[in-house]
């Protein structure tokens, strides 16, 4: 009943849970996903004279206020590079990845899966970059016998696209030393992998 009413309202601007499905998303109105510190935290919806358009998609990061806009922009597939970005929350909830990938040079190690991979370090607001050590055809056996090899007690998990309960494997690693680690659980080509990683430095 609210969406009719947005519909039919000569201007109105409406907040939404950040989950809403796109088809929910009136025929002419503008879609914003803000996210704040990391953390998306809402959609919004425009309608009438404050839409920027019929079918604008938008992402926002608070407190900055940047914004990213929907191009056409189709980001390309290729092989898994030095480096991972993980685009912003507010970025794939506006299907913008290709845009956070034009940005950084960079391409989908798998067409369905919001992780960027790239062979240079640039900086952006919209992504977190990662270095890649090391990639491997998901397995906990090799996966525990990769991070003893190098010393990691303290890791830090991240998965998209895997089945992998999170708190059983870090059991299963049964990690000890005393370096830290990324580790990015996710689908190459359909293929489910593990990615070692370390936060990279600004360039």
């Known amino acids: 009943m609210v969406l009719d009413l947005l519909g039919r309202a000569p201007a109105a601007c409406l907040k939404v849970a950040p989950g809403i499905p796109y088809e929910f998303v009136p025929e002419g109105?503008?879609?914003?996903?803000?996210?704040?510190?990391?953390?998306?935290?809402?959609?919004?919806?425009?309608?009438?004279?404050?839409?920027?358009?019929?079918?604008?998609?938008r992402a926002t990061l608070l407190p900055g206020g940047?914004?990213?806009?929907?191009?056409?922009?189709?980001?390309?597939?290729?092989?898994?590079?030095?480096?991972?970005?993980?685009?912003?929350?507010?970025?794939?909830?506006?299907?913008?990845v290709a845009e956070v990938a034009g940005r950084v040079g960079g391409r989908l190690a798998d067409p369905m899966i919001a992780y960027i991979t790239g062979d240079d370090p640039v900086?952006?607001?919209?992504?977190?970059?990662?270095?890649?050590?090391?990639?491997?055809?998901?397995?906990?056996?090799?996966?525990?016998?990769?991070?003893?090899?190098?010393?990691?007690?303290?890791?830090?998990?991240?998965?998209?696209?895997?089945?992998?309960?999170i708190e059983r494997l870090r059991r299963d690693l049964r990690l000890s030393g005393d370096k830290s680690a990324v580790v990015i659980l996710t689908?190459?080509?359909d293929r489910p992998s593990a990615l070692i990683c370390t936060p990279s430095r600004p360039a």
């Open 29 to 57: 109105a503008e879609a914003e996903w803000v996210s704040h510190r990391g953390e998306v935290k809402e959609a919004v919806l425009w309608t009438g004279r404050l839409s920027g358009g019929a079918g604008v998609r």
């Open 66 to 96: 940047s914004t990213l806009t929907a191009t056409g922009a189709e980001a390309e597939v290729g092989p898994m590079g030095r480096f991972v970005y993980e685009p912003d929350g507010a970025a794939i909830r506006a299907h913008l």
């Open 123 to 165: 900086d952006t607001e919209w992504a977190s970059r990662y270095e890649v050590h090391e990639a491997m055809p998901f397995s906990v056996k090799r996966l525990r016998a990769a991070l003893r090899a190098r010393q990691v007690g303290n890791a830090t998990i991240k998965k998209r696209a895997s089945a992998v309960d």
């Open 187 to 189: 689908r190459i080509m």
